[in-house]
């Protein structure tokens, strides 16, 4: 389950325990991941929320939704130039390795066609 993994991740990168969230997170209790795993399910809207604050990132990260964990709060407005490179690079993360010399091929000669 993403949401799970994230957390743990989020927990094991700042050196905390599960037992270091709960009691940290209103609404929590040293019980609360063992029964999000053995069900299979995740708490509702506010303790994500609670949960994405205390780790300082988003909802939409711990949910799986992005993988910028950047809260909508600390980003900042993007140019139209670093909404493209945001993107692109996002796309170019899917490109297979054994690919990428073509794509630099066929940009440079789209780049060399626009200037």
Request: proline share 4%; net charge neutral.
């Amino acid at each position: 389950m993403v949401f799970l993994e994230r957390i743990d991740a989020l927990i094991k990168e700042r050196g905390i325990s599960r037992n270091t969230v709960s009691k940290n997170v209103a609404g929590l209790n040293h019980n609360s991941f063992h029964a999000w795993e053995k069900r299979g399910t995740i708490p509702n809207g506010d303790t994500i929320a609670k949960i994405a604050d205390f780790f300082n990132v988003s909802t939409d990260y711990l949910l799986g939704k992005t993988d910028d964990p950047t809260p909508a709060k600390q980003k900042k407005e993007l140019t139209p130039r670093e909404e493209l490179v945001r993107d692109f690079t996002n796309m170019l993360s899917r490109v297979p390795d054994e690919k990428l010399e073509k794509l630099k091929d066929l940009l440079q000669a789209s780049i060399d066609a626009f200037v």
